[in-house]
C-alpha cells in the first residue's frame, strides 16, 4: 500500500523532522483497507507496534504497545499511534519521543497531525538540541510553515547536578510567545526576558536570532563594558551583520564618558581562491605629540583612525599571495583606546612559489613606528625583496646542492638607501661513521653586489658601510662530527652527544657594506653551530675556529630532560667584527646553553644563558617556566641581557625585566587570576633609561566565573606609562557571554 508523507514539527531553535502514523498490515492483526495517499511525494516509513487494530465503523487504525517509527533517519516512539481517517488526524500518544538525523531528540505528552500531516499541535513539548541546549513549552503548534510555542524557554545550560538531581538552569530565556519563520531563517521571541541564576534580570524586547539552518544571521552581539583612566567609561554593542553566505560583518559604536565616540568595523569575505579581512576604527579627538607627558595640548585635533587587513589567496598548486596592512593616524591612538600594544606597525605582501625543489618568494614591506624614538622618515620600505632557492635532485660527491637567489631594495624618505644582491651555492653532505658518529660535510660559496647612498643619514657608524658600489666574495667549509651515546640511567634513557665542528672562511668585506639585517649579534645556543652567527646576510664571520660542546637527554616516563652547552675558539689571529659584549669578541668565546625541562602537563622550565668566559658573569639569563595545570597554573618570566655593548657601536640596550602570572581554580567554576611586568633596568644596564631599578610596567588582577553555559568576568588592570594622551592609571573590563545563544 501507499505510505503517507514525513512530516516536518519545527521545534527553536532547529527542524524537527518527525514521522507521522504510517499503518501497514501486521501479521498480528487482520489489516485495514489501504488508505489513500496523502500527498504528492510518497516516502517509505517503517514501523512496528505490539498490535494493530481497525475500527470499520469510525474508519480508525490504532497501534498501540511499544510503537515505533523509522523514515529517512527520523525516529519517532510512542504507546500509541491512532489515525482518524475521515478527519485526516493522526495522534502518537504517551511518553512520545522523536529523534532527527542530527541526534536531537523531542519529547511530549502527546502530537497531533491535520491537514495530510502539514499541521502539527503538540502539548508540554520537551526538546534536547544535539549540542546539548534544551528547549520546553506548554504547547507548540505549526500551521502555513510556521511553527509556534507558547510559554516557552531555552537555555543550554544543565539542568541536573553531576549526581543526577535537578537544579535550576545558570540562564535562560523565558518568553510567552515564539514564532519560527522558515522562510527568513529567523526565530522571534514576544515578552522575552533574560533569568540568570533563577532571577530575572532584564527584558529582552525585540529579541530574535537565526534559526542555525541557514549559518547564522544578523542581529546584535553581546555588549562590551569597561572603564580606564583615559577614556571614562565605555559600553560598545556590536552588531553582525550576514551579508551573504561567504561574507559577513561587524559594526561597534564604543560610547564614552569622558570622550567622543568611536566606530569600529570588521568586514570579512571568502572567495574562489581564498579569503581576506579588514577591519577599521574611527574617531575625532585631539593629536598629542607623543613626547608631551602632561597631555594638555589640544590644538592639534582631527581625524584618529587605526585601519588593519590581511588575505591569502592560493592562485594554482604552486603559487600563492598572502597580504597584510596595517596603518595608524597617531602614535598613541592604538594604546590610547587598548586597540593593541604594539610598537611597530608592519604591512606587506609576498608572492611565493612552493614546489617539492624549489621556493620563490617576492615580497614588499613598509613600517610604521610607534615608539618615543622612531623617527618616520627613518622607517624602511623594502620593494622589492626576492629571495629564489633551488635544490638539485642529483647528489654531487654524495652531497645534496642547493642554489640561492637573493635581492633587496631598502628605500627611506630621510634615511639611507640600500639595494643588495647576491648568488651562492651550499653543499652538504651527512654520512655515518662505522663507530656511529654523524659526519656533516659543508661547502658554502657567495657573490655580493651592494649599493648604499645617505649613509651619513645612519645615525650609528658601524651600520652605514661606504657610500657607492662595493662587491664581495664569500667562502667557507665546515665539518662537524656529532657521536650519539645511548644507555639506560636512573630508571630511564639518557642521551649523551658530544659535537665538535671546524669552521674556516678567508678574510671578507665587511665593514665597507651597509648592515641593514644583521644588527642584534649576539652568541646563544640556536647559532652556537651555525655557518654565520650573523643574524642576516649583511655581515659574515670569517677566520677559523672550533666549536665543542654537547647535547644530553634525559628521559622517563612523563619526565623530558633537554641540554645544551658550548663554546667557540677562534684558531686565527685576525682582528674581529664582533664587537665587545656580543660574547664572540675575543679568540675564547663565552660559554653558551639551554636546559629544557618538562614534567608530564605540570611543569615546563626553560633556562638560557651566557657565561662571561673570564669571570663566569652571568651576561644573559631567561627563564620561563609554567608549573601546574590546565585550571590552576602559575608562570614565571626573567630577563636579564647584560652585554655592556658601547651604544656607538650597536643600539640595543641591555635590560632587565621579570613577569608574572597565574590563575588559581577554586569552588569548581570560580577563578582568580593576575599578572604583572616589573622592570627591573637600572642606569647602570642602561644608561639611557630612566628606571631606577624596581618600576611597575602592568598589573593585572581579575576575578571569573566559568561555567558549561555562562562566563561572567571582571578584571583591573594598572598601566604605569605616560605617552602622550594615554595616561597612567586603572583600567576595568567587565565581561559577560551567554555561550551557545543563537546557534
Known amino acids: ?47 512496528s507496534a505490539d498490535t494493530l487494530a481497525y475500527d470499520e465503523t469510525n474508519d ?71 549540542g546539548g541546549g534544551r528547549l520546553a513549552a506548554d504547547r507548540g503548534e505549526r500551521k502555513d510553515g510556521y511553527t509556534t510555542l507558547y510559554r516557552a524557554a531555552y537555555t543550554p545550560c544543565a539542568v541536573t547536578h553531576p549526581d543526577g538531581c535537578p537544579k535550576n538552569p545558570t540562564w535562560q530565556i523565558t518568553a510567552v510567545r515564539v514564532v519560527h519563520d522558515p522562510y527568513k531563517k529567523r526565530i522571534r521571541y514576544e515578552g522575552a526576558g533574560l533569568n540568570l541564576f533563577g532571577t530575572r534580570i532584564i527584558a529582552l ?82 593629536r598629542i605629540p607623543i613626547d608631551d607627558a602632561a597631555g594638555v595640548i589640544d590644538k592639534d585635533k582631527g581625524i584618529r ?82 629571495d629564489a632557492r633551488f635544490r638539485l635532485d642529483d647528489p654531487i660527491w654524495d652531497g645534496k646542492i642547493e642554489l640561492q637567489a637573493n635581492s633587496l631594495s631598502i628605500l627611506r624618505t630621510d634615511g639611507q638607501d640600500t639595494q643588495r644582491a647576491f648568488a651562492a651555492a651550499k653543499w652538504e653532505r651527512r654520512s655515518l661513521t662505522d663507530w656511529g658518529q654523524e659526519l656533516i660535510l659543508t661547502g658554502y660559496a657567495r657573490g ?19 657610500r657607492g658600489w662595493h662587491a664581495r666574495g664569500i667562502g667557507a667549509v665546515a665539518a662537524e662530527l656529532r657521536w650519539p651515546l645511548v644507555g639506560s640511567f636512573m630508571g630511564g634513557t639518557q642521551r649523551l652527544t658530544p659535537r665538535v665542528q671546524i669552521v674556516a672562511s678567508p678574510p671578507t668585506e665587511n665593514l665597507a657594506i651597509p648592515n641593514e639585517d644583521a644588527r642584534a649579534v649576539d652568541l646563544e645556543d640556536s647559532n652556537l653551530f651555525a655557518l654565520n652567527r650573523f643574524p642576516g646576510y649583511d655581515r659574515w664571520e670569517d677566520g677559523a675556529r672550533i666549536t665543542y660542546g654537547f647535547d644530553w ?99 640595543l640596550r641591555d635590560r632587565e625585566e621579570i613577569r608574572l602570572g597565574g590563575r588559581i581554580r577554586f569552588a569548581r567554576y570560580w577563578s582568580l587570576f593576575g599578572s604583572t611586568v616589573i622592570d627591573l633596568t637600572d642606569a647602570k644596564e642602561d644608561p639611557t633609561s630612566g628606571a631606577d631599578g624596581y618600576e611597575p610596567v602592568r598589573h593585572r588582577l581579575g576575578i571569573s566565573y566559568d561555567d558549561d553555559c555562562i562566563e561572567i ?31
Open 60 to 130: 480508525v487504525v490504532t497501534a498501540t504497545g511499544d510503537v515505533r517509527m523509522n523514515s529517512e533517519g527520523n525516529k519517532l516512539r510512542a504507546d500509541r499511534v491512532v489515525w482518524t481517517r475521515t478527519s485526516d488526524e493522526v495522534r502518537a500518544e504517551g511518553n512520545v519521543r522523536l529523534v532527527t538525523p542530527e541526534g536531537d531528540v523531542a519529547y511530549g505528552e502527546s502530537i497531533v497531525l491535520h491537514d495530510s500531516m502539514r499541521d502539527a499541535v503538540a502539548d508540554h513539548l520537551l526538546v534536547v538540541l544535539e
Open 713 to 743: 568576568g571582571v578584571t583591573w588592570r594598572r598601566d604605569y606609562d605616560t605617552t602622550g594622551d594615554f595616561r597612567r592609571g586603572n583600567t576595568f573590563l567587565f565581561r559577560v557571554a551567554l555561550k551557545n545563544l543563537g546557534r
Open 205 to 286: 524586547p525585540g529579541l530574535s536570532h537565526p534559526d542555525g539552518s541557514g549559518g547564522g544571521g544578523s542581529g546584535l552581539l553581546v555588549p562590551d563594558v569597561r572603564f580606564s583612566q583615559s577614556n571614562g567609561l565605555e559600553i560598545s554593542t556590536p552588531y553582525y551583520l550576514k551579508i551573504a553566505p561567504d561574507k559577513d560583518a561587524t559594526i561597534a559604536p564604543h560610547l564614552y564618558t569622558d570622550v567622543l565616540p568611536m566606530i569600529e568595523g570588521h568586514y570579512r569575505q571568502l572567495t574562489s581562491l581564498g579569503a581576506f579581512q579588514v577591519a577599521g576604527y574611527l574617531t575625532y579627538g585631539s
Open 553 to 651: 637527554g634525559f628521559d622517563l616516563p612523563g619526565v623530558s630532560t633537554r641540554t645544551t652547552i658550548g663554546q667557540s675558539y677562534r684558531l686565527s689571529e685576525m682582528e674581529s667584527i664582533l664587537p665587545p659584549g656580543t660574547g664572540l669578541s675575543d679568540r675564547w668565546s663565552d660559554i653558551v646553553g639551554r636546559t629544557n625541562v618538562k614534567v608530564g602537563h605540570k611543569l615546563s622550565f626553560v633556562h638560557r644563558f651566557r657565561l662571561d668566559k673570564d669571570s663566569f658573569e652571568l651576561r644573559r639569563n631567561e627563564i620561563d617556566a609554567v608549573v601546574g595545570g590546565h585550571q590552576t597554573y602559575a608562570t614565571i618570566g626573567y630577563l636579564r641581557l647584560n652585554r655592556d655593548i658601547d651604544p656607538s657601536i650597536e643600539d
Open 1 to 47: 500500500m501507499k505510505r503517507p508523507n514525513l512530516i516536518c514539527l519545527t521545534a527553536l531553535p532547529l527542524l524537527l523532522c518527525a514521522p507521522a502514523a504510517a499503518l501497514a498490515q501486521s501479521s498480528e492483526a487482520a489489516g485495514p483497507p489501504a488508505p489513500a495517499e496523502l500527498g504528492t511525494d510518497s516516502r517509505q516509513v517503517a514501523f
Open 305 to 386: 583612525a587605526y585601519i588593519e587587513g590581511n588575505g591569502r589567496f592560493q592562485l594554482d598548486r604552486d603559487w600563492s599571495i598572502t597580504a597584510s596592512g596595517r596603518y595608524v593616524t597617531d602614535r598613541t591612538f592604538l594604546r590610547r583606546y587598548d586597540i593593541t600594544r604594539d610598537t611597530r606597525l608592519r604591512s606587506m605582501v609576498d608572492i611565493e612559489r612552493i614546489r617539492d625543489d624549489s621556493y620563490i618568494s617576492i615580497a614588499g614591506w613598509a613600517f610604521q613606528g610607534l615608539r618615543t624614538t622612531d623617527n618616520a622618515g627613518q622607517q624602511p620600505v623594502v620593494l622589492p625583496a626576492i
Open 448 to 466: 655580493d653586489v651592494y649599493h648604499t647612498s645617505d649613509v651619513d643619514l645612519t645615525q650609528t657608524a658601524l651600520y652605514r658601510g661606504e
